[in-house]
């Protein structure tokens, strides 16, 4: 059997390239599919925590996590096609029209 | 599992919400394009006060967990929820006439305010780290869509895209701290947890970590420092209407979670948190007012005062007690009125070319227009909390609490930053009045303008002279004794 | 009259009430007026009613008690232990009525001074009345710091609205100063509501002994909150700006009542609650006070604008009064108390004859002036009593204020003297001169102007009947301290007395405690 530890250690590298390509990358398209890593970090950890501690909670959770994501990733999306259609830009600097 | 009538009973307002706005979705159909938007947006009202009045009859009811232990209901979610009430109706009152002056043609606006309401409902009655969860998602979703309804302005769309990459990015963080949390306690139900943490083997530096990714994804909802950053530029790009809306319901949703989760589910280690919170806090406070200080877009200086806000409001959850509890849930119901009428004068300089969005804009308004400049100066000395308004009484509220506890230097930090607030806030005031008008002031004139503004003033006036009422309500609503 | 007002059996139970919120209930009434001669006698009406309603609480004021009088009391919030509570003592009292008697002269005094928007003024000066009254009679923490700073934003419109050129900055400064100032305050009161056992009651308060390190954190609290409305040196710098700035009847209320705030909060706060951190800090306070003697009147005798003048005087002058109320002793406190209401009086009268005269030539500088003897020989005379009042000529208000007060430094330690004796002659040379200049001047410094006329062809007149009653008011009592200041002390002597054992015997104790 694997040990639950190795989970946490997927799930935790996982989350950090997630973190990491959220904050470095430019590629809007990049950075939402970094926030889905992220979730599926989540997802391992629960489904792993689920399977550990005998306990459907999790796995429950997980499969809500899926659902949102999904409908998290529609809506963004939707709203880039808005965005490239007034600006043609994909990149994160380049929104900069409001500072302060 | 089988759903009994208590059941239904107990979620019967959410119901109502999420029923009322599918059958506004299919009935747009019938109604005729050219009032189809004013009588979505008439409906919508309905629904949201017959929802009202379903929670204030149930409210009456012993606290009551249903639906497997994922719901509850008890005074605190029926006081939150009537500040989403409030806050919703305001902003649907304030939107009317905007959305004719912004073109926007979709009566789906109002109908995600709908959804959005029933997200935040839901997060008023999570006993479940997962039903809380959910909330945020389903009281976010829409949000996000509404930011970005000025399609064809580019600021809306950015303001959109940073809110959605961040909100998501920062409910990823909220995750893994639940999923820390659950592996741990065995359990994402907040007794449970409760439970759970009176062992001393759970505390783990993990759980630490858990805690400080919870008060990340929670400080993202409420725009706090440092994880408010996305907060400027969504207020300024979104339609007004949805900046107060964002500002005051979502921010008081946000905050009914993180007190539910904080106090009732992790009040065991109040200590692992309480210096977290209060960093954020101190540094939502400092950030917040003396940056909306150098702000010359009126939205985005009441973004940062809005960030502020979540610094005085965070001070009650630091305090940890009842008193402190029952003093955020004051606070959030004063700040809707206040901010929303704030939001509601600025929606009544958007008229024709004139955006109403420069500070300057506002030079000369006490000139020509009394009453609007009045009604300014009342909800901009109540943020800035100077007696008699329902500002002054929210602050004195948090610093009671904080003061009881002993946390002397947190108040001082405090007040002292409310004087930095009173300086920008003065100064509108002063562009206001001691200022010459530029020139002719073009005004939105509507009754839906007209009702809201004069509701928030003598919301304000009154929780600032006969407060007994409103804090005895807040003082039964807590969850803890 | 007196007896047939309190034959009322509302008005007997609720005077005060009354008193405070009439001009609140003024206000309200004026949103309905729009012609301009209407507005401005309904609000004189409205703050004469008010002065006559306030007179019974002096003339049926019980000197024999030090307790607090025409007390109501009413749970206002019961979850945090608030009361609506009213009551005024022998402190207090004088300065209600102080209160009331500069409203109506001050609405006499705008009468034709605010050219543009005087129905928003008149609102503002009543809602400013209400607030100010309401500060000396509440007897609950939470109720004072609501009137206390709600007297900000009037004070603020007044300033920044009708004020002079360099309005907006003169405004926004003594708004930020004096709130800066009060927010640490509302920390000490809640502090003080916990240590007390959970109440804001004033009397109950006072009677409570809190340790020597609560009382110096608290004293530090409420320090800043007094010490810039007084204003004491180093926190003066607002005060000429905003008297600069200001409307006559603004910089009026500013002089006569606001400025007393400070010194009144010393007095019902800081000397009874904080006995030890008092005696502990009164040396700083003395050495504060000396300066802002010495120094207030030097840069007084510097000043070429009238206005500067007076409010650096009024720096000097409050450096006499918390010097007073420092040394603890009966003549020093009843000196000060007495000096405070002269001060209203007399620095009041002054701001409104600079007032008066710049209304015709619109000019603040003493070197415009010289003329006064030729063509305003009224209005001279009124500024010469005011003048030596203010420098405290025997027979006026100003000389019984300043004897007490050298008493009580006489007996406490003579040095001070040397330096009250010093700020007495500087006061007499900078008020002498501003006088002589004004009003000889001209012979020297210019030619002359044509009859009725200025050098700067300002039409001049002499003052009018409505001037006159609004001099002639402050008049009667620079003279009637100044001649019968026994019914003035006799007000205060209980309350006084009791001050200073609530004092002193604290003081024992902390000896017996050392001991």
């Known amino acids: 059997m694997v040990p639950l530890t190795w989970y946490i250690a997927l799930s935790a590298l996982l989350f950090m390239v997630g973190v990491g390509g959220v904050l470095l990358r430019r590629n809007i398209i990049i950075v939402l599919m970094s926030v889905e890593l992220i979730l599926n970090s989540v997802n391992i950890n629960f489904v792993a925590f689920s399977y550990y501690l005998q306990d459907l909670t999790g796995q429950i959770f997980a499969i809500f996590t899926i659902t949102v994501a999904a409908a998290e990733i529609a809506v963004a999306l939707g709203i880039l096609i808005a965005l490239v259609r007034n600006r043609n830009i994909i990149n994160v600097d380049e929104i900069d029209t409001m500072r302060g | 599992m089988i759903f009994s009538l208590k059941d239904i009973v107990a979620i019967l307002p959410e119901i109502t919400i999420v029923a009322g706005a599918c059958v506004l979705l299919l009935a747009a159909l019938l109604i005729p394009k050219g009032e189809r938007k004013d009588v979505i947006a008439y409906f919508a009202i309905g629904f949201v006060a017959l929802a009202a009045i379903d929670t204030l009859i149930i409210s009456g009811m012993e606290k009551t967990t249903v639906l497997g232990g994922m719901f509850v209901l008890d005074g605190y979610a029926c006081f939150f929820k009537f500040v989403f009430y409030i806050g919703t109706i305001l902003s649907i009152l304030l939107s009317l006439n905007y959305v004719d002056e912004e073109k926007i043609n979709v009566e789906e606006y109002y109908i995600l305010m709908l959804f959005s309401l029933s997200g935040m409902m839901v997060i008023a009655s999570g006993a479940n780290l997962l039903t809380i969860y959910l909330g945020l998602e389903l009281m976010s979703l829409p949000v996000y869509v509404l930011v970005g309804f000025l399609q064809r302005d580019i600021r809306s769309n950015e303001a959109s895209m940073k809110y959605i990459v961040l909100g998501a990015f920062s409910s990823g963080i909220l995750l893994f701290g639940i999923s820390l949390i659950y592996g741990l306690t065995g359990t994402t139900q907040l007794v449970g947890i409760a439970e759970a943490l009176t062992d001393a083997t759970v505390h783990v530096p993990v759980f630490a970590l858990a805690v400080i990714m919870l008060v990340a994804g929670f400080g993202f909802k409420i725009a706090g420092v440092p994880f408010h950053m996305w907060a400027p530029d969504a207020y300024e790009g979104a339609p007004t209407p949805i900046t107060g809306f964002m500002s005051v319901a979502v921010k008081a949703a946000a905050f009914a979670a993180l007190l539910r989760v904080f106090i009732e589910g992790l009040s065991t280690v109040q200590a692992d948190w309480q210096l977290v919170v209060a960093l954020v806090s101190v540094a939502s406070l400092v950030v917040g007012n003396v940056v909306a200080i150098a702000q010359s877009n009126i939205k985005r200086m009441l973004a940062y005062s809005s960030v502020g806000h979540a610094g005085y409001a965070l001070l009650g959850l630091v305090a940890g007690t009842a008193e402190g509890v029952s003093g955020v849930m004051f606070y959030m119901l004063t700040y809707t009125f206040m901010n929303l009428g704030a939001f509601g004068v600025v929606i009544t300089m958007r008229k024709g070319s004139q955006m109403g969005e420069n500070i300057e804009d506002y030079a000369g308004l006490a000139k020509t227009n009394r009453a609007l400049a009045l009604a300014m100066l009342i909800f901009l000395f109540s943020l800035a909390g100077i007696p008699p308004t329902a500002g002054f009484v929210a602050k004195f509220y948090i610093f009671m609490a904080l003061i009881h506890q002993g946390m002397i230097p947190l108040a001082v930090i405090a007040v002292l930053m409310s004087a930095v607030a009173a300086y920008y806030y003065a100064r509108i005031v002063m562009i206001m009045y001691m200022r010459e008008p530029a020139g002719e002031f073009e005004l939105a004139r509507s009754r839906g303008l007209v009702y809201a503004l004069v509701l928030a003033v003598i919301a304000v006036i009154l929780m600032g002279v006969y407060p007994t009422y409103f804090i005895e309500l807040a003082q039964r609503a807590t969850f803890i004794m | ?515």
Not at chain 3, 120 to 141: P, S
């Open chain 3, 1 to 515: 009259m007196n007896e047939l007002l309190l034959s009322i059996p509302f008005l007997r139970d609720h005077i005060l009430t009354v008193v405070i919120f009439l001009p609140l209930l003024g206000a309200a009434l004026l949103f309905f007026f729009s012609d301009e001669v209407k507005i401005k006698w309904f609000a004189l009406a409205v703050t004469v009613v008010d002065f006559i309603l306030a007179t019974p609480l002096v003339c049926r004021f019980d000197t024999t008690t030090h307790a607090f009088q025409f007390v109501e009391r009413y749970v206002w919030i019961p979850s945090w232990n608030i009361h609506y509570y009213l009551g005024v003592d022998g402190i207090s009292v004088l300065f209600v009525y102080l209160t009331t008697l500069v409203g109506w002269v001050c609405v006499l005094a705008s009468w034709t001074a605010i050219e543009r928007k005087l129905k928003e003024f008149m609102i503002t000066l009543l809602v400013i009345q209400t607030a100010m009254i309401g500060v000396f009679c509440a007897l609950d923490f939470f109720l004072f710091y609501l009137f206390w700073e709600a007297m900000l934003i009037p004070m603020y419109l007044i300033i920044g609205v009708w004020g002079g050129a360099n309005r907006i900055y003169a405004a926004v400064k003594f708004f930020l100063y004096t709130l800066a100032g009060s927010i640490l305050m509302l920390v000490g009161i809640i502090a003080l509501y916990f240590a007390a056992g959970g109440t804001f009651d004033i009397p109950e308060l006072m009677e409570h002994r809190y340790s020597f390190t609560f009382q110096a954190w608290l004293f530090v609290a409420f320090f800043f909150a007094f010490a810039i409305k007084v204003p004491m040196f180093p926190f003066h710098t607002w005060l000429p700006d905003a008297h600069v700035e200001a409307p006559t009847a603004g910089s009026i209320i500013l002089a006569a009542i606001l400025l007393k705030m400070g010194t009144y909060g010393f007095l019902r706060f800081s000397l009874p609650m904080f006995p030890d951190a008092s005696i502990y800090f009164s040396p700083h306070i003395i050495v504060l006070s000396i300066i802002a003697i010495i120094y207030g009147a030097f840069l007084a005798l510097a000043q070429e604008d009238i206005k500067k003048l007076i409010a650096y005087s009024s720096v000097s002058h409050m450096g006499f009064i918390t010097l007073g109320l420092f040394i603890f002793n009966k003549n020093g406190v009843e000196g000060g108390i007495l000096q405070m209401f002269n001060h209203g009086i007399t620095t009041g009268a002054l701001f409104l004859c600079v007032g008066i005269i710049y209304e015709r030539t619109h000019s603040r500088l003493i070197k415009d002036y010289g003329w006064g003897a030729k063509l305003v020989p009224i209005y001279v005379l009124f500024l010469f009593i005011f003048s030596i009042a203010s420098l405290g000529f025997p027979g006026t208000n100003g000389f019984i204020g300043e004897l007490l007060i050298l008493f009580g430094a006489f007996e406490s330690f003579k040095p001070f003297v040397v330096f009250l004796l010093a700020g007495i002659a500087l006061g007499a040379f900078y008020m002498l001169w501003m006088f002589g200049r004004m009003t000889f001047g001209a012979e020297v410094a210019h030619g002359e102007g044509d009859e009725g006329h200025d050098d700067g062809g300002h039409k001049i007149w002499d003052i009018n009947l409505r001037e006159a009653i609004a001099l002639i008011a402050f008049v009667v009592f620079v003279f009637w301290v100044g001649f019968q200041p026994g019914p003035f002390l006799e007000i205060m002597h209980e309350s006084v007395d009791n001050l200073l054992t609530q004092v002193a015997g604290s003081t024992d104790v902390a000896i017996a405690s050392i001991k």
